[in-house]
């Protein structure tokens, strides 16, 4: 089993940054895919960004694209989502997740394909 925290949120005005970090305990990470989430007021959850724990290959939704890197630290077992010009459009609560797959599975960027959730922290953007 894998227990996902996370850290990071917070307010900032539009066109700043903020880094968002998920450390995971319980288990290793070596077969992981592990990403992450968010969810506006009366939206769905949306797929954001994601890596590959074995490898470092990532995925971004479009929107995000050249404005938020994902990135993880092997040794201490914590994926970080630093996001910089930020958009009021990115407020949200951000939501960690892993996905237990297979060796030589690809991302996947779907909410069901995640077994483990962290407990989100709200991103609020200012205008």
């Known amino acids: 089993q894998v227990q996902l925290v996370e850290s990071g949120g917070g307010l900032v005005q539009a066109g700043g940054s903020l880094r968002l970090s998920c450390a995971a305990s319980?288990?290793?990470?070596?077969?992981?895919?592990m990403g992450w989430f968010r969810q506006a007021p009366g939206k769905e959850r949306e797929f954001v960004a994601a890596?590959?724990?074995?490898?470092?290959?990532?995925s971004y939704t479009d929107s995000v694209k050249g404005r938020f890197t994902i990135s993880r630290d092997n040794v201490k077992n914590t994926m970080y989502l630093q996001m910089n010009s930020l958009k009021p459009e990115d407020t949200a609560v951000y939501y960690c997740?892993?996905?237990?797959?297979?060796?030589?599975?690809?991302?996947?960027?779907?909410?069901?394909?995640?077994?483990?959730w962290g407990q989100g922290t709200q991103v609020t953007v200012s205008s």
């Open positions: 997740a892993a996905d237990q797959v297979l060796p030589g599975v690809g991302i996947r960027t779907y909410r069901g394909a995640y077994d483990y």
């Open positions: 319980g288990r290793t990470f070596s077969s992981y895919v």
């Open positions: 890596i590959r724990w074995n490898g470092g290959r990532t």
